[in-house]
T-cell receptor, first 114, second 113 residues
Framework: DSGVTQTPKHLITATGQRVTLRCSPR?????VYWYQQSLDQGLQFLIQ???????AKGNILERFSAQQFPDLHSELNLSSLELGDSALYFC?????????????FGPGTRLTVT | AQSVTQLDSQVPVFEEAPVELRCNYS??????LFWYVQYPNQGLQLLLK??????LVKGINGFEAEFNKSQTSFHLRKPSVHISDTAEYFC???????????FGTGTRLQVFP
């Protein structure tokens, strides 16, 4: 158990809909990261927050947005869903926002868009 | 831009045999290097990392990796594998001033009895 929790575990929804994925980082960790794992794209970094502020952005679509709240939990919002958004979405956390720190991954949320 | 190449998508091996999972990276600037393991239906777990210093890095579960700057490689090795090592292994890099992990496509290690 990494100490990172993600809800829900599974999500099935229809095209065009909007969903919210939730992540609670390990106690004391200030950085939260979101990754997408799909068969065709592999594991891709989406976005990082550090202590409530956006720190880095990766291949995140404009239809996707995220935020980190004062209690440090984070939410990833996916809207106007398409079939290609079906993937495993991981949240990770680390103690700091600098380089080299271990990222602890949650169990993921499996999103299926039908 | 940085990229990571894992040369083998699948590696079958018998129990107690040695194994090497290959990883090459491309970057014009210095990077940190990582190996993560993903067991079925689970998240990723850090096996080991190279930040600086000794090029031979020891990790958890008996794994080790060697950083070779001239060959831009970071191959993962284990002298004797167990059935429980069956999993997907990911090599990844970050720039030294960021945490954005750039992953390879993964190598599926299948250990047979």
């Amino acid at each position: 158990d990494s100490g990172v929790t993600q809800t829900p575990k599974h999500l099935i929804t229809a095209t065009g809909q909007r969903v919210t994925l939730r992540c609670s980082p390990r106690s004391g960790d200030l950085s939260v990261y979101w990754y997408q794992q799909s068969l065709d794209q592999g594991l891709q970094f989406l976005i990082q927050y550090y202590n409530g502020e956006e720190r880095a952005k990766g291949n995140i679509l404009e239809r996707f947005s995220a935020q980190q709240f004062p209690d440090l939990h984070s939410e990833l919002n996916l809207s106007s869903l398409e079939l290609g958004d079906s993937a495993l979405y991981f949240c990770a956390s680390s103690a700091s926002g600098g380089g080299g720190y271990e990222q602890y991954f949650g169990p993921g949320t499996r999103l299926t868009v039908t | 831009a940085q990229s990571v190449t894992q040369l083998d998508s699948q590696v079958p091996v018998f129990e107690e045999a040695p194994v090497e999972l290959r990883c090459n990276y491309s970057s014009s600037v210095s990077v940190y290097l990582f190996w993560y393991v993903q067991y079925p239906n689970q998240g990723l777990q850090l096996l080991l990392k190279y930040l600086s210093g000794s090029t031979l890095v020891k990790g958890i579960n008996g794994f080790e990796a060697e950083f070779n700057k001239s060959q831009t490689s970071f191959h993962l090795r284990k002298p004797s594998v167990h059935i429980s090592d069956t999993a997907e292994y990911f090599c990844a890099v970050t720039l030294i001033n960021t945490d954005k992990l750039i992953f390879g496509t993964g190598t599926r290690l299948q250990v047979f009895p």
